[in-house]
């Protein structure tokens, strides 16, 4: 089971994707709580306007696809911190996407940010929390990764081979002492959700996404889903037969 966090006063987290969205939402609420918070992203002029004037709030420019930064940052924080007790992989892209326009450069640029990059990533963090004897890894991911749904050629690949990575760090990582947590939201109103041209059930605020994941890593459970008024369909749709599956998607999405 994983290590439940309660109590936030001087954690040491470090989030990456912050600039924005659910990430920038999930910075300030632990500020709030009294964390010590680093803040990752491209855009260091957004970082530094949220960290604004908090003490225990530090902005990290870098590009998460960049390995040799991430070490870099890696090793300040173990420097500064003595440590990190949790990182949050936030970073994210969405292009939709259908069957019948696949773009090659789109595919790559979605694979790379989503799956590859925070993969790359743990390979430089997972033996620095091994080495430290505890710590804990957050990936925000995507009830897009449940099944296959139309705009979501590329895009929902990607979730769901990082919801796949998440759970085979977790068989592997928890018993060592290193708690992994996959975060699944669903509709959130984001400035890569504000491109969609259709009707996002559910849909809630960056801010609501955050308060789910504060109250998810409060708990020993592996999967952190929300809202669970529309993350509860989709999880029985993933028990169904393809049979039934593909002709009631087709109909739900007007596909």
């Known amino acids: 089971m994983n290590r439940p966090f309660r109590d936030w006063r001087?954690?040491?987290?470090w989030i990456v994707g912050a600039s924005s969205g659910i990430g920038a939402a999930l910075a300030q609420a632990l500020l709030a709580?009294?964390?010590?918070?680093?803040?990752?992203?491209?855009?260091?002029?957004e970082l530094v306007r949220l960290a604004g004037t908090a003490e225990n709030a530090l902005a990290l420019p870098l590009d998460l696809g960049d390995t040799a930064a991430f070490s870099a940052a890696l090793?300040?924080?173990e420097r500064d911190w003595g440590g990190?007790?949790?990182?949050?992989?936030?970073?994210?892209?969405?292009?939709?996407?259908?069957a019948?326009?696949?773009?090659?450069?789109a595919i790559a640029r979605t694979l790379a940010i989503n799956l590859q990059a925070p993969m790359t990533a743990c390979a430089a963090l997972v033996p620095?929390?091994?080495?430290?004897?505890?710590?804990?890894i957050g990936f925000v991911s995507s009830v897009?990764?449940?099944?296959?749904?139309?705009?979501?050629?590329?895009y929902g690949a990607s979730k769901a081979g990082l919801s796949h990575f998440a759970e085979t760090l977790h068989l592997e990582l928890v018993p060592r002492g290193i708690s992994v947590y996959l975060i699944n939201p669903g509709f959130v109103a984001t400035p890569m959700t504000a491109t969609n041209a259709f009707r996002m059930p559910a849909l809630i605020t960056p801010e609501e996404a955050a308060d789910e994941i504060i109250a998810?890593?409060?708990?020993?459970?592996?999967?952190?889903?929300?809202?669970?008024?529309?993350?509860?369909?989709?999880?029985?749709?993933?028990?169904?037969?393809?049979?039934?599956?593909f002709p009631l998607a087709r109909r739900l999405t007007g596909a």
């Not at 709580?33 to 002029?45: P, T, W």
């Not at 990190?84 to 259908?98: K, Q, R, S």
């Not at 897009?144 to 050629?153: I, K, M, T, V």
Request: proline share 4%; glycine share 8%.
């Open 100 to 105: 019948t326009r696949l773009d090659a450069d």
């Open 33 to 45: 709580r009294g964390a010590r918070v680093a803040l990752s992203a491209r855009r260091n002029d």
């Open 144 to 154: 897009s990764g449940y099944r296959g749904l139309p705009q979501a050629a590329a």
């Open 216 to 245: 998810g890593l409060a708990r020993t459970g592996f999967e952190i889903h929300f809202p669970r008024r529309f993350t509860f369909w989709l999880k029985l749709l993933r028990l169904l037969p393809y049979r039934i599956y």
């Open 10 to 13: 001087l954690q040491r987290v």
């Open 75 to 77: 090793d300040r924080l």
């Open 128 to 136: 620095r929390l091994l080495a430290q004897g505890h710590g804990a």
């Open 84 to 98: 990190i007790d949790l990182v949050v992989f936030c970073a994210g892209t969405w292009t939709p996407m259908a």
